[in-house]
């Protein structure tokens, strides 16, 4: 009876011990498959490389990148004074959440450069309300995200060249909002403006 029951037992430790075996045999399979590790050499071809060149003329699909406005912010050396894209209410909201998720952190919600970063000592920005960057043109705004500026990183990873116009967009009117001309209120904004307390409640916002 004892007996019975050991060799039951070695029976059922080999035959986990083979299954054991037999799973990591296959993995080591799945590792060991034929394949070039990067960088690895090769009989195959002349210069040795696995890693071979794009073939001349093929472009990846999605990588097209033939408008040069739209995916430069230039055009010829120039930057382009009028944004690639249709102008919409869409696009200036669009980068409205853009900009106050990548760049209110150090340019600020009004973009006057005092963003919660700056204000914890980073450099500090200058304002998008400057007099030299309500004149320049708006392909600037493009190429500084694109590229980075100074000690400003690129944006072009995390914001795609469409989000970057929208941003674009937005600054532009963040620089309207604080040079409205007096001629072109109402006389309901005039009287906002001089304090009319019905007209002045206007809902409180969070800002920064
Ligand atoms: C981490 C902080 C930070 C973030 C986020 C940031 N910037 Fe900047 N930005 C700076 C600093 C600092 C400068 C000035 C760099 C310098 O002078 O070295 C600058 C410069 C600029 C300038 C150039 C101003 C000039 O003087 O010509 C523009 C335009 C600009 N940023 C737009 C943006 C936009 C648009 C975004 C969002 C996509 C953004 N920045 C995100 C910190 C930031």
């Known amino acids: 009876m004892r007996c019975r029951k050991l060799k039951a037992d070695l029976a059922r430790r080999l035959a ?17 498959q034929p394949k070039f590790e990067p960088l690895e ?37 120039q930057f382009v004074s009028d944004l690639p894209l249709e102008m919409t209410a869409e696009l200036v909201a669009r980068g409205r959440t853009r900009y106050d ?26 304002s998008l309300h400057e007099q030299r960057l309500r004149d320049t043109p708006v392909g600037y705004f493009f190429d500084v995200m694109t590229r980075g500026f100074g000690q400003m990183s690129s944006y072009a990873a995390q914001v795609g060249p469409e989000d970057r116009w929208a941003i674009a967009a937005y600054i532009r009117a ?13 006389p309901e904004d005039l009287r906002r403006l001089e304090g009319d307390e019905e007209l002045v409640a206007v809902p409180e916002t969070e800002v920064e």
Do not use: W
């Open 16 to 32: 986990l011990a083979a299954l054991f075996a037999a799973l990591a045999g296959c993995r080591q399979d799945m590792h060991d």
């Open 41 to 77: 050499a090769t009989a195959l071809f002349a210069d040795r490389s696995s890693a071979r060149p794009l073939v001349a003329g093929t472009v990846a699909r999605g990588q097209l990148r033939e408008d040069q406005a739209l995916f430069t912010g230039l055009e010829g050396d």
């Open 101 to 126: 998720a990548f760049c209110s952190p150090c340019h600020g919600l009004q973009g006057d450069g005092l963003g919660m970063i700056v204000r914890r000592g980073f450099k500090q920005p200058t």
């Open 174 to 186: 963040l620089q309207l909002s604080r040079f409205t001309p007096v001629e072109i209120l109402t």
